[in-house]
């Protein structure tokens, strides 16, 4: 069982910059990889990016690449999404998820263990 507890999230202009964590509880967080979502009002949640247990790879949805970086400390037990260059379209609530796989899938169906959210606005 691994429990995640998002942060970071807040209002920002367009433009500006916002780092979230994502806290996992238990001893076996470097088991899982990692991944952020993103759910905006009336859309689907999508992939943004994600990271094998390691860190030794990570891969990005087109929306966001070269803007957003994760990063995970196995150390800390915590993933980190930060998020530069930040746009008026990437406003929704920001989830990370834990993947019993070595490989952080795109699918969202894929993922066992979910985050509560945190809301990301960013202003125009």
């Known amino acids: 069982q691994v429990q995640l507890v998002e942060s970071g999230g807040g209002l920002v202009q367009a433009g500006g910059s916002l780092r979230l964590s994502c806290a996992a509880s238990g001893r076996t967080f470097s088991s899982y990889a990692m991944g952020w979502f993103r759910q905006a009002p009336g859309k689907d949640r999508e992939f943004i990016a994600g990271i094998t247990r390691s860190g030794g790879i990570t891969h990005y949805a087109d929306s966001v690449k070269g803007r957003f970086t994760i990063s995970r400390d196995n150390g800390k037990n915590t993933v980190y999404l930060q998020m530069n260059s930040l746009k008026p379209e990437d406003t929704a609530v920001y989830y990370c998820?834990?993947?019993?796989?070595?490989?952080?899938?795109?699918?969202?169906?894929?993922?066992?263990?979910w985050g509560q959210g945190t809301q990301v606005t960013v202003s125009s």
């Open positions: 998820a834990a993947n019993r796989a070595v490989w952080a899938s795109a699918d969202k169906r894929t993922y066992d263990y």
